[in-house]
């Protein structure tokens, strides 16, 4: 194949003695002679010879290659099968908190499992079973019985047919309600905020009869438009809404695989001016569902996320998975679909 280039006299250094000058290209040298020189300077175009031709097609065509693998691991990304599958996060008395979950919010207990070898027993909570709803995994390290929260923890939402009972009851059970039932401002839906035994705090949305029932994630964010990007990128969420709150200086958008009102989402706040928040050592992680966990480290990595645990099996178990950070140093655990189900069963 042939090629040219045009080139001003400006370009080379023609007043030196050598013979020769040499124009250089990536892990390669074209020679350029004297007599090419002298049509460089007839404004003659510069032919190069069929090696350095075969090198510059080479570079555009790995180009060309790298472009559309970029847009087809993207695309793989919006079709891959995904779902929030847990959020981890650690308490300091396990039965304690498994007694608040049950009998105040009306959860169920999936599951225990305890490893004494690392020294921490997880608590599986829900509404349903963890192969078709989001749920909560906590982690009770032996011998630690207080977390800081920090303060870029937001809570977690969950929809309940009526709100002021369930304010009432937990009142009952001793909770801790840190705003009463009413209107959401700007709105209709009545909310109320309560706190766990250890701090968490949990927004109650009034829903009737809503398919997911623990139906929000909040995490308060540096940059808005930066993690929208990335979760819609990276993680093929889509952007449900946002929504500007100018007198209380502060901006959500919700994120998620399917609509708000039947799946769990992610709500990211930005507070006017804050660019960084104290994550505490409370909050972990969430859990989201795959069906390769290889690709999906790939695209994260392809948009400038970060990876923390390179993609494959888990020791023990075999369950395929990959951790990330997002921007803001979130971490998110991806799972294997069908290891995910065999861990289950």
């Known amino acids: ?25 990536p892990h390669q040298i074209c020679v350029v002679s004297q007599n090419n020189i002298s049509n460089l300077k007839a404004s003659k ?7 350095c031709a075969r090198v510059m097609a080479s570079r555009s065509v790995s180009q060309a290659s790298r472009a559309a693998t970029t847009e087809d691991v993207l695309e793989w990304v919006k079709q891959d099968k995904r779902r929030m599958l847990h959020v981890v996060y650690r308490v300091g008395d396990l039965e304690r908190t498994i007694k608040f979950y049950t009998e105040c919010l009306g959860m169920k207990l999936l599951r ?6 690392e020294r921490y027993t997880n608590a ?23 977390y800081d929260i920090g303060n870029g923890f937001g809570h977690f939402g969950i929809a309940v047919d009526d709100v ?14 840190t705003r009463e039932p009413g209107p959401v401002k700007g709105g209709s839906t009545i909310i ?17 009869s809503s398919p ?37 200086k502060y901006t959500i ?5 399917g609509p708000e009102d039947t799946s769990a989402v992610l709500e990211l706040t930005y507070n006017y001016g804050v660019t960084e928040y104290d994550k505490g050592n409370g909050y972990a992680q969430i859990a989201i569902g795959t069906d390769d966990v290889y690709r999906t480290a790939e695209a994260i990595k392809l948009v400038g996320g970060k990876i923390t645990r390179e993609p494959g099996p888990l020791p023990g178990i075999n369950t395929k998975i990959t951790a990330c950070l997002d921007p803001d140093g979130w971490k998110t655990v991806f799972v294997d679909n069908v290891d995910f189900v065999k861990e289950l069963e």
């Open 124 to 146: 599986f909570l829900g509404y349903g079973p963890e192969d078709a709803q989001f749920v909560i995994e906590l982690t009770y390290n032996y011998g630690v019985d207080a």
């Open 1 to 25: 194949m042939a090629s040219s280039i045009h080139a001003s006299l400006s370009a080379f250094n023609l007043s030196g003695q050598n013979p020769t000058r040499r124009l250089s290209f």
């Open 253 to 257: 958008a919700m994120l998620g695989y």
């Open 212 to 248: 997911e029932p623990l139906c929000q994630l909040m995490l308060r964010v540096g940059d808005l438009n930066r993690s929208i990007e990335f979760y819609e990128k990276a993680f093929g969420m889509e952007l449900l809404r946002t929504r500007d709150n100018p007198e209380q």
């Open 164 to 177: 002021e009972k369930t304010v009432d009851l937990i009142r009952a059970k001793g909770g801790k309600i």
């Open 192 to 208: 109320a905020f309560i706190e766990d035994p250890d701090g968490y705090k949990f927004e109650l949305l009034q829903r009737a």
């Open 45 to 51: 175009p510069l032919r190069l010879d069929a090696k």
């Open 112 to 117: 225990k499992r305890d490893i004494p070898e």
